[in-house]
Structures are given as C-alpha cells and as structure tokens.
C-alpha cells in the first residue's frame, strides 16, 4: 500500500541555518495527523516543501509515492491544503468563488456543480453560499479557503495551523469543519501549535522542534505516556497559605498554586496510582474534597519537558 504522505530525511537550510534538519515522517492512510511544534519549529517550512512553494536542501517528500520535486503535478494532484489564507475577491460569493477556482483548475461545469453544494456543507458555510465574502469574518474565510481545497476531491488534505488568529468562536467552529473532514476520512496532515487541539481532533502526533522530530504516534499513546497530570482541586475550605503548605508536602505534588479562595491546582508525578493517592492523602490531611478533575493539559508538560531536552 502507498502511503499518502512519505517524509524522508528531509532538510531545509537557509543560508546554514537549519529550519528543517533531517525530517522523517509518515502520514498513514486515513489517519489525521497533528504536526505539533512552537513557533519557529519548522511546521511552515515543512509544509511549503510538501505543497512544492519551497524547495528542500537535501531529502523527498513523497505525496500518494509521487516525488513532489521530481513531478509536482502528479504529486500534488491529489492534495488539498491551505497554506497561507488566500484573499477572495471581496465582491464575490462563496458559490462565485468556487465555480471561478474550479474553473481555473479545469474542472467541468457539471462537476463544479455537483462539487460546490458538498463543500459547502462540509465547511457549514451553505446559508452563507450567496453572500459577499468581503463581509465575512477570519473563521468564515479560512471555512472557505477549506472549501476551495478540497474541491477538486483531493484524497489528502494540508493545512498550516487552520485556527491560528481566529478569536475563540472561529477555532471553535473551524475545528468543526476539522471534525467533518475527519467523518469524510480524508487523509489530512495539519499543523498546529495548540496541544489541546491536536488533542481534539488527530488520531496521531508529530512533535518537531527545532526541525527535529522529537516524538510521533498516536495521540492516545503519547497521553498515555505521560507521567505528569494536572489537577484541579475544589474543597469545603478556604484555602490559605498554611493549607497549600502542608498540601505541597504530599510527594509528587508540584507547581501547586491556589486558583480561588477554595479551590487550587498542581501538577502530580505519576500515572493513576499516585492519582488515586492524592485524593486519599487530601482528605487525610483533613480538606474536604468537592471536585477533583484532571484540566487536560498534562500532555503541556510533556512537550515543555522533551523541547527542553532537544535545546
Ligand atoms: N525564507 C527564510 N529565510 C530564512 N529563515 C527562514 C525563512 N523561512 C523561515 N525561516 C526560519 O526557519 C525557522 C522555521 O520557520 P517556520 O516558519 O517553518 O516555523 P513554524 O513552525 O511554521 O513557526 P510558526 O508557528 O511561527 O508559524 C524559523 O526560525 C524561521 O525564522
Ligand atoms: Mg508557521
């Protein structure tokens, strides 16, 4: 079976500054995959090289087993992506747009047509489909730039970081549209700086710094692997100074910081165990527990830890 996306020691060297050093990667079929790094990590360079707008130093990036710098055009005919937000013309209409860019990539009328309806309604962007797009706002123009890639039925989808600068409304409702693609099983490829929403929506995860891989495989697997959790704590009592003293003693207990005058939060070494350990050691110290819940962002922890590692 080909894969759909093959990333082999791929690097990319601005005047001896490496942007992208040594880059292996495999996109498996049908999986959406997250390529999670901070900002300056490479995730652009690498996704420019992939859609052929920048050129590699050394090593193959291999789209459905086509070489997109021996032959972009077969490589690249069945990818989607959205690399950079593309400006519309303000004047035109979502439905305007599309039957224009199908157009342009030859597509028949009849395709176009049948095409158009469909992305509309995957991108949740149909009761919008005769308005301006001048007026619509960042989320609705990035639902849109979704729409016009995968118009021509691509089997692979890319996209560098598909929320950034959206206000929480747009990423809630981009990350929407993210859901749907994933329901379509496209296979998509999509960079992120934001855990919780590679969290959200990848099946898998490719953490790069530096250029570099640190880690990659499934999202599930990486939480599992993570011995650090974050709790959140609500008790009977205020919680003072003396009270986070003598809670900070409890072993494992890290970062413990009051976040309301009866409640506060930490993070905790270890996995279940010493979860389950905590909750008995609160209430042995004499707090009554109302709500005691994980807040998510141990995988944070994680990824702080392994960036420091690769420095
Ligand atoms: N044309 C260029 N010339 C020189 N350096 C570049 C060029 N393009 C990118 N870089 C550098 O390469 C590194 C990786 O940049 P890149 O844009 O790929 O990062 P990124 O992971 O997409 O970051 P962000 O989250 O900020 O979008 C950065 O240090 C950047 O300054
Ligand atoms: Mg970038």
Redesign the pocket.
């Given at each position: 079976m080909v894969e759909p996306i093959v990333i082999q020691n791929l690097t990319k060297d601005?005047?001896g500054?490496k942007?992208v050093d040594n880059l292996n990667l495999t996109v498996r079929q049908g999986s959406f995959l997250g390529f999670l790094?901070?900002?300056?990590?490479?995730?652009?360079?690498?996704i420019k090289i992939l859609t052929n707008m920048l050129s590699a130093t050394s090593g193959s990036a291999l789209l459905n087993g086509v070489d997109v710098v021996n032959d972009p055009k077969t490589a690249l005919a069945g990818v989607g992506a959205v690399v950079e937000t593309p400006e519309f013309y303000p004047y035109l209409t979502p439905r305007e747009t599309l039957a224009y860019l199908g157009e342009l990539r030859g597509m028949s009328a009849e395709d176009i047509r049948s095409r158009r309806a469909e992305v509309l309604d995957v991108v949740k962007m149909s009761e919008w489909a005769d308005k301006r797009i001048g007026k619509f706002s960042k989320g609705m123009k990035q639902r849109i730039a979704i729409a016009q890639a995968i118009l021509h039925e691509p089997s692979v989808i890319i996209l560098?970081?598909p929320t950034s600068g959206l206000d929480p409304r747009g990423m809630v409702e981009v990350r929407g549209v993210l859901q749907n693609l994933k329901k379509k099983q496209y296979t998509v490829f999509m960079?992120s700086?934001l855990l919780n929403e590679v969290q959200e929506v990848c099946d898998d995860v490719a953490l790069i710094d530096h250029?570099r891989l640190l880690k990659s495989g499934s999202v599930a697997e990486l939480i599992n692997s993570v011995n650090i959790r974050r709790l959140e704590v609500r008790t009977l009592q205020q919680i003072d100074g003396a009270w986070l003293n003598k809670i900070s003693q409890i072993e494992g207990v890290q970062e413990l910081r009051a976040s309301g005058p009866a409640s506060f939060h930490l993070t905790l070494d270890g996995g279940d165990e010493n979860q389950a350990r905590l909750l008995h050691d609160l209430q042995a110290l004499g707090l009554t527990v109302v709500s005691f819940k994980e807040s998510g962002v141990a995988l944070e922890s994680l990824y702080l830890s392994m960036i420091k590692d690769s420095k």
């Open positions: 601005f005047s500054f942007a790094g901070p900002n300056g990590a490479g995730k652009t360079t690498t560098d970081e960079s700086h250029g």
